[in-house]
């Protein structure tokens, strides 16, 4: 699921034009190895939220939402940090990558009205009768963890740092 999600990160940009950096994208199957990320393990979920599986994976709009859900850790459109600190400890074996998960989280919470001002201009459907305010925070929480993984497991090969720049720069969602 995390290697979709990267993929999602790396193939729904929104470019700065004024930026001429940015029209030089880096490649993105060196990308895939940069941040050696851990599994997230859902299964804790999955009496209440199998019905959303694709392909043994949670990862529609329908699954996020029923895991924020269930871990009580969306309120309409804004986390509650307590619950996402425990759902966290829940689907990840790593503290460290954990850490970086809530403190991704906690920007993503911090930018609410903006996600929720790009989710209205993209115009993203609903999923039968799915809300995407929770993928939109799975999203923005996984390009923070991208963007700041931690030094021991990032590869600190030239394009992994290009790549790193280039979204850092370039990437923007919001």
Known sequence: MLHLLTWALILIPAYRAADPL?????????????CKLPNLNFSSFNSKCSQYLVNGAHISPCSFECIFQAANALNGTHLEMENIEKMMKTILDSDEFGQVYVDGCKSCSSQEEVLIKALKRRRVPLTGKCGSMAIVYGLCAHRYVYRNCPDRVWSKSASCKEARDYNIRCDDIY
């Open 22 to 34: 940015c029209s030089n994208r880096p490649d993105v199957t060196a990308l895939k190895n940069c």
